[in-house]
């Protein structure tokens, strides 16, 4: 073969042997597809959290465009009565690299201190952010499955590590950091190959715990994806059953 076929999809190479470009074509996209699903399903999580965290009356933000967003959060959360059990749900917090280098300058004299170094990132975003009364915090990293990968849980890890510091920084008590696996019925079924210093690991339950949530509300987030599944299942059997009739008749 002299030239490479012209596929759109590096999975077509899983089943190309080299006479059958418009099969392992087909096959390819198809892959492709699956694997877009998939990813859309780990995307949805957080919404399907945040709507499950609403019927129940928690307050939740969501980040804007603007990176004053962690200013607005620290507002809401200075203001939180001493006492009660209020509690305030943050997703996708934002914090700009200034409000970084900013507490670098701040801390410049402490020697000790770990500088938060942002290297090329403008921003630092976290799934979930807990605020509680007297100043506490709970960070959170949530993904649906229960491998971490291993580059990006490394970064996933510094991330709340250093948004851990940030606000610790800023008087806050961070009682809890956690890689959240939605999927995991127990911890030891999640796999992180990356060193966790102060991070914990969560199951989904766990998680929607620290909101007073239990098993029936995880019940009803993965019914969501249920609803979906039927949808998925027909237009996967359908595509590979066409691409099996047609290539291999």
């Known amino acids: 073969m002299d030239t490479c076929p012209n596929f759109k999809?590096?999975?077509?190479?899983?089943?190309?042997?080299?006479d059958n470009d418009e099969e392992a074509c087909a096959l390819g996209y198809l892959f492709r597809e699956i694997h877009s699903l998939n990813i859309k399903n780990g995307?949805?999580?957080?919404?399907?959290?945040?709507?499950?965290?609403?019927?129940?009356?928690?307050?939740t933000l969501t980040k804007n465009k603007k990176d004053t967003f962690y200013d607005k959060v620290k507002e809401i959360a200075n203001g939180m009565e001493p006492g009660n059990n209020q509690l305030i749900a943050v997703s996708q917090l934002k914090i700009p690299k200034e409000e970084f280098v900013e507490h670098n300058n701040?801390?410049?004299n402490d020697i000790d201190r770990p500088k938060l170094i942002m290297k090329n990132k403008k921003s630092i975003h976290?799934?979930?952010a807990v605020f509680l009364p007297n100043k506490n915090v709970k960070l959170f990293e949530v993904k649906f499955g229960c491998v971490f990968d291993t580059k990006k849980s490394k970064g996933e890890v510094d991330s709340l590590m250093k948004i851990k510091q940030l606000l610790e920084e800023d008087g806050y008590t961070v009682a809890d950091v956690g890689l959240v696996s939605f999927m995991a019925n127990d911890v030891k079924q999640i796999s992180v190959k990356t060193v966790?210093?102060?991070v914990k690991l969560f199951t989904g339950l766990q998680f929607l715990q620290v909101f007073g949530l239990g098993q029936e509300s995880r019940r009803r987030i993965f019914s969501r994806y249920e609803e979906n599944a039927s949808k998925n299942k027909k237009m996967i059997y359908t595509r590979f059953t066409e691409i099996m009739t047609k290539y291999n008749s």
């Not at 999809?9 to 080299?18: D, R």
């Not at 995307?43 to 307050?59: A, D, H, R, S, V």
């Open 9 to 18: 999809s590096s999975y077509s190479y899983l089943v190309y042997t080299g």
């Open 196 to 198: 966790l210093y102060d």
């Open 43 to 59: 995307l949805n999580l957080e919404k399907y959290i945040i709507e499950e965290l609403k019927k129940f009356g928690i307050t």
């Open 106 to 108: 701040r801390f410049s």
């Open 126 to 128: 976290l799934d979930f």
